[in-house]
């Protein structure tokens, strides 16, 4: 197990690496998620003016 955990010697270039892969993927998923939010809370506020918008010139 240690000689797997050292990595033939290169294990101070493959953990960070792994470290940093591990990172920027929690941080893809975080973005994709807020963004996804923002979207959908954006077309819902749309949706919402265009229903209330349609009502009030409903009799022309």
């Keep these: 197990m240690e000689e797997f955990l050292h ?3 290169y294990a101070r270039y493959v953990w960070p690496s792994y470290g ?3 990172l920027v993927l929690g941080w893809n ?3 994709a ?3 996804g ?3 959908r809370a954006g077309a819902e ?3 919402a003016a265009g229903a ?3 009502r009030d010139h409903g009799d022309r």
């Design 37 to 39: 939010r923002a979207a």
């Design 7 to 9: 990595m033939g010697g």
């Design 33 to 35: 998620l807020r963004l």
């Design 45 to 47: 506020r749309r949706l």
């Design 20 to 22: 940093l892969a591990l």
């Design 52 to 54: 209330t918008e349609g």
């Design 29 to 31: 998923i975080w973005s």
